[in-house]
């Protein structure tokens, strides 16, 4: 996974991006046999070279890392919390070795070798790099330093983008963000920067371990961020329609993370990542996230189905007197990506909490035993892909894994009973049952 070169007083180290992860034991003994052999070298200089790669192939370690947390059950949180303190320590050697670590960035960098690059005391990147920390996306937390090391090199506020949306920044932009020190235009002028900084004596170290350490764009009690973190909370939920805990979490730890000294700051960031590696949100994104797609006459026939038993359902409730604002706020309380459209004039109605949650329920059963009914006559009983199908191209919930799995996650008794009072055109058809299983 690593490769050396040493020349003269500079050792470089290479590795792929995607190799990285604190989950790997193979990743783990080499890294630590790199640290300890890095600590023992008379050095002037080490360059830690970290490939992301431009066709985005995965590696093995990611999918194990994947399968990992898919198993991932309650009783092995203490095993998972272990396994992050052994990396962090790791990590921490690199924070604190006497000699410069520089990193150099290339292609798309990101998660744990992004943290990996953040452990080093200096970040040079090509232009045409892009760093990015897109666990959210699959309802984790980021870890192994990569949270706490993003807060404390970028500031909170500035942070907030790259960690609680997951969003890519470009090398301009991660250098705007204090995330690099520098960014070469191609590989000629990274090797003169290289040079530059062995020849003008680069700084080891890291800024947080430094006496007067100052947050980057104010303190966690000025002014600016008290009033930031007063609506962020809010925002947040109006973004995620509550379904999603891993924003939460992340800003959560962000912010009691700066609270402590950086060792604490990590012991905090790991127990938010299990929190949210064991939540079933986490496992059903993660899922979703492995199933390839399976492009087919019958799989676009599945999602048209899919779309419009929900178009039918939505004309009925409208045909009912029901008014486009509750409809909205119905789709939107299930976390339907396609929502109602808008009218400048709806009707006139009562309509209460019991209304909004019946048509909530109406809108995803509807969707959902269309799935039951196609999945077999157009999928060949193909579950996993049925859910992909129903979330991908016809708007069902993210979070819920799926339209078949959201019937297996109530559970046969629970759905089958709130079927039937959503009326008899609601009943599923026999034998439904096998599919959830």
């Given at each position: 996974?690593?490769?050396?070169?040493?020349?003269?007083?500079?050792l470089?180290?290479?590795?792929?991006?995607?190799?990285?992860?604190p989950?790997?034991?193979?990743?783990?003994?080499?890294?630590?046999?790199?640290?300890?052999?890095?600590?023992?070298?008379?050095?002037?200089?080490?360059?830690?070279?970290?490939?992301?790669?431009?066709?985005?192939t995965?590696?093995?370690?990611h999918?194990?890392?994947?399968?990992?947390?898919?198993?991932?059950?309650?009783?092995?949180?203490?095993?998972?919390?272990?396994?992050l303190?052994?990396?962090?320590?790791?990590?921490?050697?690199?924070?604190?070795?006497?000699?410069?670590l520089?990193?150099?960035?290339?292609?798309?960098?990101?998660?744990?070798?992004?943290?990996?690059?953040?452990?080093?005391?200096?970040?040079?990147?090509?232009a045409?790099?892009?760093?990015a920390?897109?666990?959210?996306?699959?309802?984790?937390?980021?870890?192994?330093?990569?949270l706490?090391?993003?807060?404390?090199?970028?500031?909170?506020?500035?942070?907030?983008?790259?960690?609680?949306?997951?969003?890519?920044?470009?090398?301009?932009?991660?250098?705007?963000?204090?995330?690099?020190?520098?960014?070469a235009?191609?590989?000629?002028?990274?090797?003169?920067?290289?040079?530059?900084?062995?020849?003008?004596?680069?700084?080891?170290?890291q800024?947080?371990?430094?006496?007067?350490?100052?947050?980057?764009?104010?303190?966690?009690?000025?002014?600016?961020?008290?009033?930031?973190?007063?609506?962020a909370?809010?925002?947040?939920?109006?973004?995620?329609?509550?379904h999603?805990?891993?924003?939460?979490?992340?800003?959560?730890?962000?912010?009691?993370?700066?609270?402590?000294?950086?060792?604490?700051?990590?012991l905090?960031?790991s127990?938010?990542?299990?929190?949210c590696?064991?939540?079933?949100?986490?496992?059903?994104?993660?899922?979703?996230?492995?199933?390839?797609?399976?492009?087919?006459?019958?799989?676009e026939?599945?999602?048209?189905?899919?779309?419009?038993?929900?178009?039918?359902?939505?004309?009925?409730?409208?045909?009912?007197?029901?008014?486009?604002?509750?409809?909205?706020?119905?789709?939107?309380?299930?976390?339907?990506?396609?929502?109602?459209?808008?009218e400048?004039?709806?009707?006139?109605?009562?309509?209460?909490?019991?209304?909004?949650?019946?048509?909530?329920?109406?809108?995803?059963?509807?969707?959902?035993?269309?799935?039951?009914?196609?999945?077999?006559?157009?999928?060949?009983?193909?579950v996993?892909?049925?859910?992909?199908?129903?979330?991908?191209?016809?708007?069902?919930?993210?979070?819920?894994?799926?339209?078949?799995?959201?019937?297996?996650?109530?559970?046969?008794?629970?759905?089958?009973?709130?079927?039937?009072?959503?009326?008899?055109?609601?009943?599923?058809?026999?034998?439904?049952?096998?599919?959830?299983?």
């Amino acid at each position: 996974m690593i490769t050396y070169h040493q020349q003269g007083d500079s050792l470089t180290l290479n590795l792929a991006a995607r190799a990285v992860s604190p989950f790997n034991a193979a990743f783990r003994r080499e890294l630590k046999a790199a640290v300890e052999r890095i600590e023992a070298a008379p050095l002037l200089q080490v360059v830690l070279a970290i490939d992301g790669g431009a066709d985005g192939t995965d590696h093995p370690a990611h999918h194990e890392e994947l399968e990992q947390l898919l198993a991932l059950a309650p009783e092995q949180a203490a095993d998972c919390m272990r396994t992050l303190a052994d990396y962090n320590a790791l990590l921490r050697r690199l924070d604190l070795l006497n000699k410069p670590l520089i990193a150099t960035l290339s292609g798309a960098v990101e998660g744990h070798a992004l943290g990996l690059a953040l452990a080093c005391h200096h970040r040079v990147a090509l232009a045409d790099a892009s760093i990015a920390l897109p666990q959210v996306k699959l309802g984790l937390a980021p870890v192994a330093g990569e949270l706490a090391r993003a807060v404390r090199l970028s500031g909170l506020q500035a942070a907030m983008p790259l960690l609680l949306e997951g969003k890519p920044l470009s090398a301009a932009q991660a250098l705007e963000a204090g995330l690099l020190h520098d960014v070469a235009a191609d590989a000629g002028a990274l090797t003169e920067q290289l040079a530059a900084l062995l020849a003008n004596g680069a700084a080891a170290g890291q800024p947080w371990d430094a006496k007067g350490y100052r947050l980057p764009g104010g303190a966690l009690n000025s002014a600016p961020l008290q009033t930031l973190l007063q609506v962020a909370p809010a925002m947040l939920r109006q973004r995620t329609r509550g379904h999603y805990p891993a924003p939460e979490a992340v800003l959560c730890a962000m912010v009691e993370g700066l609270q402590v000294d950086f060792d604490n700051a990590l012991l905090i960031e790991s127990r938010y990542f299990c929190q949210c590696a064991l939540g079933a949100v986490a496992k059903n994104l993660i899922r979703l996230s492995r199933i390839p797609a399976a492009p087919s006459a019958q799989a676009e026939q599945f999602a048209a189905t899919l779309r419009l038993a929900y178009l039918d359902e939505l004309a009925l409730l409208r045909a009912e007197g029901l008014p486009a604002a509750l409809l909205r706020h119905a789709a939107m309380a299930a976390g339907l990506a396609q929502l109602p459209p808008e009218e400048a004039a709806a009707p006139a109605a009562k309509a209460g909490a019991a209304d909004v949650e019946l048509a909530r329920d109406r809108l995803l059963y509807a969707q959902a035993l269309a799935a039951l009914r196609g999945v077999d006559t157009l999928l060949a009983g193909d579950v996993d892909q049925a859910d992909r199908i129903s979330v991908r191209d016809c708007g069902f919930p993210a979070h819920s894994g799926g339209a078949l799995r959201f019937i297996a996650t109530l559970g046969a008794t629970r759905f089958a009973a709130r079927a039937a009072q959503l009326g008899e055109r609601f009943a599923p058809a026999p034998g439904w049952q096998k599919l959830i299983q």
